[in-house]
């Protein structure tokens, strides 16, 4: 069976202080589902919120890398800045990151590689904006970003890979696309990387997550389609009582 995740992304919110009672509040939370559960601070709280939890089941994890070892590149963090206070995980791709700060699918897959080459597991995000799935083109732009991005690895790089379909649109929205469109997607990327590249087994094994505001209310119904593994969370993963219920509707 293929790994369950069910991952918040806390983006650009909470400083030391609310990091810490967020934290609280998780570790007050009980799992009954199998999936496994990862929190994603801001840069600055990352040591903090591993020392925190500690020992408990939730795996912190990086919102973003830079592909250089290290040097002259004021304001990233590296990857080897990242395992040195216990990250294993990082997020790379996230549609804010493409949008706001310009990265392109070239710099996504060396940032690919960079954290594959330090034994990183990557969550790498991708998705379509709202006027691609108007032109009918969804597909064709995130099997372009897939395999602009991936689809130079070798096979068994593909063990340390996590996807995260997240269509912009459904982003921060409210508007979640619905477990049909997540499932149809999901299937169709899973087709990709069967036909065109890596065989069934791969494919068959790789984790795809669903991302764009997933709630406690759709978190079952997205969980129950079978191509869809789990869940990224922006807002609701902000609040531990919601973000569990996610968790647990597996
Ligand atoms: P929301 O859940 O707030 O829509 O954010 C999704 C997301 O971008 C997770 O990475």
Redesign the pocket.
């Known amino acids: 069976m293929r790994t369950q995740i069910v991952a918040g992304?806390w983006?650009m919110n909470n400083d030391l202080p609310e990091t810490e009672a967020l934290i609280s509040n998780l570790k007050r939370q009980t799992k009954t589902s199998h999936a496994e559960v990862m929190v994603a601070p801001t840069f600055v709280n990352l040591y903090h919120a591993y020392e925190a939890l500690r020992g408990f089941d939730i795996e912190v994890i990086a919102q973003n890398m830079h592909f250089a070892d290290n040097g002259a590149f004021t304001g990233e963090v590296s990857a080897s800045m990242l395992e040195s206070v216990g990250v294993k995980t990082v997020?790379l791709g996230?549609?804010?990151r493409r949008a706001y700060f310009n990265e392109t699918d070239e710099d996504l897959a060396k940032k690919v590689d960079t954290a594959l080459k330090n034994n990183m597991r990557v969550i790498f995000?991708f998705g379509e904006e709202l006027a691609d799935r108007k032109s009918h083109n969804h597909k064709k732009v995130v099997e372009t970003q897939i395999k602009n991005a991936l689809f130079h690895l070798p096979d068994d790089a593909w063990k340390s890979i996590v996807l995260?379909y997240?269509p912009v649109w459904?982003?921060?929205?409210g508007e979640t696309a619905t477990p049909e469109q997540a499932q149809e997607m999901h299937a169709f990327i899973r087709k990709t990387i069967e036909e065109d590249a890596y065989g069934i087994d791969i494919a068959n094994n790789v984790s795809i997550l669903y991302?764009?505001?997933?709630k406690p209310n759709n978190a079952k119904d997205i969980f129950s389609k079978p191509d869809v593994d789990g869940g990224?969370?922006?807002?609701?993963?902000l609040n531990a009582e919601d973000f569990f219920k996610i968790v647990n509707a597996f």
């Open positions: 992304n983006k997020i996230h549609s804010e995000c995260a997240e459904a982003i921060g929205t991302g764009g505001s997933v990224l969370i922006g807002g609701a993963s």
